[in-house]
């Protein structure tokens, strides 16, 4: 564990990124600023022996009555996706990406490492406008996942 540790160090110093450490619960944090109305979202990255998370929370939770447009939201942003899932807590509304590195038995890169935390970072930047439209009860789940879609298409054509 001290090499991933030690990797996950090396990328943030790597690329000026300030970010802590805590070596008894062996959890870094951090954050991104999106630079758009989705503000800072927040890092953690949690190691376990074999494997480790990073999270990227978004800091506006869903009031409670919107739990249900926001589950069906995050069920159809989740279907298809390739590294990792979108996850609402139930008890307060925090939405966050998660995404998971397995490194028994092998040697985790820089590139590795940026490649985790940057998926999380693009999926909140991808789905984030849709979900706060919906979080402000404007339109239904398949409509704001219409327009991410459609918003992702049309930067792609630029």
């Excluded at 953690?44 to 939201?73: Q, T």
């Excluded at 985790?116 to 409509?143: C, F, H, N, Q, T």
């Amino acid at each position: 564990m001290k090499k991933v540790i030690d990797t996950i160090k090396s990328f943030f110093e790597n690329n000026d990124w300030k970010y802590n450490f805590n070596d008894e619960d062996k959890v870094f944090s951090s954050g991104i600023d999106m630079g758009n109305i989705l503000g800072n979202v927040r890092m953690i990255i949690h190691l376990e022996d074999n494997f480790y998370n990073v999270y990227m929370v978004m800091n506006s939770k869903v009031e409670e009555k919107y739990f249900p447009v926001v589950a069906e939201f995050l069920h159809r942003a989740n279907y298809g996706l390739k590294d990792g899932n979108f996850e609402m807590d139930y008890r307060d509304g925090e939405i966050r990406y998660k995404s998971f590195v397995n490194f028994k038995n092998i040697d985790v890169s820089e590139e590795v490492v940026g490649e985790s935390i940057i998926v999380g970072a693009a999926m909140i930047d991808r789905y984030g406008k849709g979900l706060l439209k919906l979080m402000l009860g404007d339109g239904s789940p398949k409509e704001c996942i219409e327009f991410c879609e459609s918003e992702e298409k049309d930067s792609m054509s630029n």
